[in-house]
């Protein structure tokens, strides 16, 4: 029985005014602070009365300029730059294993693994990182048949060292879908170098300096080979003006990893070039290239004035205020002196009576003076 009556009865708000300095300072700079954060940060700062695109769609074409001397021949950009068609991803060589004149035929295995006496431990058709095994030993070797003679990719070899004044131009357009606006990263004139102070809109970059603010090292770069990223970030504010939406170049290296590891480090890979001599017998040049490879990375978002998010966030910082309320309430109830005479006011609980009686009405204001 005590259970339903319990169920079965009505809260209604009731205001009670407290008179005290030490609540009223607090509920008002709970307040002010609230609104400040609403006005600073998400209004000016987080620019929350925008919508924003984040879906950039952006196209990249690169081209890379110099020449350097390797291995007593000059090498420009058709030799040192894969792939050629100056996409957002390409390797520059820096250095290269090369073992030229392969052709099909029989000879010795080049990996220690191999180093044999007899034929028994050269299993026939099992395959190597060079061909399959004949299952003969030939000169302390076993024996393979593929691409002869077998690469040493163990040799010392120069590093292309001029690289390190090549230099990659970078044209990037980007369009935001949501408000169809579209823009480039050309300046008015091309005849400038990248500087992060001094030209930090030049979309001409030394290859040196990438490693450099990247804070990498030039030579064990080249050496062992790494990755690289031209990052343009696009922040635009389309309430502002077109000249303000301007690209924002950085760099990093993005394999950093493979380089704090001791198994492969760096970065390199094969390629072979074939050849066909007078009487129709194919050959090969294979090239084990190492070299610094260059990711153009375009990121970015724009944001425009719309009525709906502005309305959305205007609602949530007026309904934020009363949060102070709720610290407001647990001082006063908890640590004010004088707590449990404002419990007895806040907290009323009122029956009807029979006869017409005085507490009937609910509506009625309490205030509280500070003892
Ligand atoms: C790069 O260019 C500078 C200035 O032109 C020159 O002093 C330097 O020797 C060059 N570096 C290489 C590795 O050739």
């Not at 290269?96 to 392969?102: C, H, R």
């Not at 303000?244 to 760096?266: A, M, W």
């Not at 094969?270 to 084990?288: P, V």
Request: hydrophobic residues 35%; aromatic residues 12%.
């Amino acid at each position: 029985m005590g259970c339903i009556t319990d169920f079965f009865t009505y809260e209604t708000t009731k205001s009670v005014v407290v008179k005290s300095w030490t609540i009223g300072v607090i509920n008002r700079a709970v307040q002010l602070l609230i609104i400040t954060y609403f006005v600073c940060w998400v209004f000016l700062h987080e620019k929350a009365y925008q919508i924003r695109d984040s879906s950039i769609e952006s196209s990249v074409m690169t081209k890379v300029k110099g020449v350097g001397r390797y291995s007593k021949r000059v090498m420009d950009v058709a030799d040192y730059v894969i792939p050629p068609q100056g996409s957002s991803v390409f390797v520059i060589l820096t250095k290269l294993i090369t073992t030229p004149d392969q052709v099909q035929d029989h000879c010795p295995e080049s990996d220690e693994k191999y180093r044999c006496t007899t034929d028994s431990i050269c299993t026939r058709n099992k395959p190597t990182s060079n061909g399959f095994l004949t299952g003969r030993c030939v000169s302390s070797f076993c024996q393979i048949q593929g691409w002869c003679p077998t690469e040493n990719d163990t040799v010392q070899m120069p590093l292309l060292m001029e690289a390190e004044n090549f230099t990659i131009f970078v044209k990037n357009s980007v369009r935001f879908p949501l408000f169809d606006f579209e823009k480039g990263n050309l300046p008015s004139s091309l005849k400038c170098l990248y500087h992060p102070e001094k030209n930090a809109f030049c979309p001409i970059f030394k290859l040196g300096d990438i490693v450099k603010y990247a804070g990498q090292n030039f030579t064990t770069l080249a050496d062992k080979g790494g990755v690289l990223s031209i990052k343009i970030g696009w922040m635009c504010d389309l309430d502002k003006s077109w000249d303000l939406c301007i690209p924002h170049y950085s760099f990093t290296r993005l394999d950093s990893v493979s380089e704090k590891n001791n198994v492969s480090q760096g970065y390199n890979f094969r390629f072979a070039r074939y050849f066909m001599s007078a009487d129709g017998k194919e050959f090969r040049t294979l090239i084990k290239a190492f070299g610094i490879r260059i990711d153009v990375l375009v990121y970015g978002n724009a944001g425009k004035f719309n009525i709906i998010p502005t309305l959305i966030n205007i609602v949530a910082a007026f309904t934020s205020v009363g949060v102070g309320t709720v610290l407001c309430d647990i001082i006063l109830l908890n640590f004010l002196k004088g707590a449990d005479q404002y419990k007895a006011k806040k907290f009323e609980e009122v029956r009807l009576k029979k006869d017409k009686g005085s507490s009937s009405s609910t509506t009625r204001e309490t205030n509280i003076s500070q003892i």
